[in-house]
T-cell receptor, first 114, second 115 residues
């Protein structure tokens, strides 16, 4: 299994509070991604990073920000959580981000916003 | 834009039955195609992939062939087991501008195999 951990694995929070999810990898892969998984939608890309301090938006980036200060860590922040952000969040990594490259996924974080 | 359409589930089969999960795609350029599997409570795992037309990906008895003429990548297995019960996702990578590629997923198909 790819060395990817996510923390916390479960979190319950209240509307309006800030939340930070962490993804940590031990594979030294250049690319890291954050997805959310919702019933009926599959997985949708929130943000991704193609290097330290290099990030870009995905298709559902509103309300989320990210940071990557080290190769191994990619943080996802919900500045002010809303109930619509209740979801399961997955981090993924890939070596070089090319068309044929495989993305490897972490175990996920289940976030509930009350 | 790029998109993946896979058959809606749930799909319920008896053990040793033949499995087909249909997947078709729309993409610019020459995408790579993937099947991922998600077991209950876990993250996604790569099941198989194909990177060019007519390639066949295979793993654990599952197969899928990259058909450019029909823009399809159907997943098949000749004899399913209870342990194959999971959600299956078809996905593609395509250029998102510059040198970065993004993975686009179908909505997933829940497979339940009964003994």
């Amino acid at each position: 299994d790819a060395g990817i951990t996510q923390s916390p694995r479960h979190k319950v929070t209240e509307t309006g509070t800030p939340v930070t999810l962490r993804c940590h990898q031990t594979e030294n892969h250049r690319y890291m991604y954050w997805y959310r998984q919702d019933p009926g939608h599959g997985l949708r890309l929130i943000h991704y990073s193609y290097g330290v301090k290099d990030t870009d938006k995905g298709e559902v980036s509103d309300g989320y920000s990210v940071s990557r200060s080290k190769t191994e860590d990619f943080l996802l922040t919900l500045e002010s959580a809303t109930s619509s952000q209740t979801s399961v969040y997955f981090c993924a990594i890939s070596l070089f981000g090319g068309s044929t490259d495989t993305q490897y996924f972490g175990p996920g974080t289940r976030l509930t916003v009350l | 834009g790029n998109s993946v359409t896979q058959m809606e589930g749930p799909v319920t089969l008896s053990e040793e039955a033949f499995l087909t999960i249909n997947c078709t795609y729309t993409a610019t350029g020459y995408p790579s195609l993937f099947w991922y599997v998600q077991y209950p409570g876990e993250g996604l795992q790569l099941l198989l992939k194909a990177t060019k037309a007519d390639d066949k990906g295979s793993n654990k008895g599952f197969e899928a062939t990259y058909r450019k003429e029909t823009t399809s990548f159907h997943l098949e297995k000749g004899s399913v087991q209870v342990s194959d019960s999971a959600v299956y996702f078809c996905a593609l990578t395509a250029n998102s501008g510059g040198s970065n590629y993004k993975l686009t997923f179908g909505k997933g198909t829940l497979l339940t195999v009964n003994p």
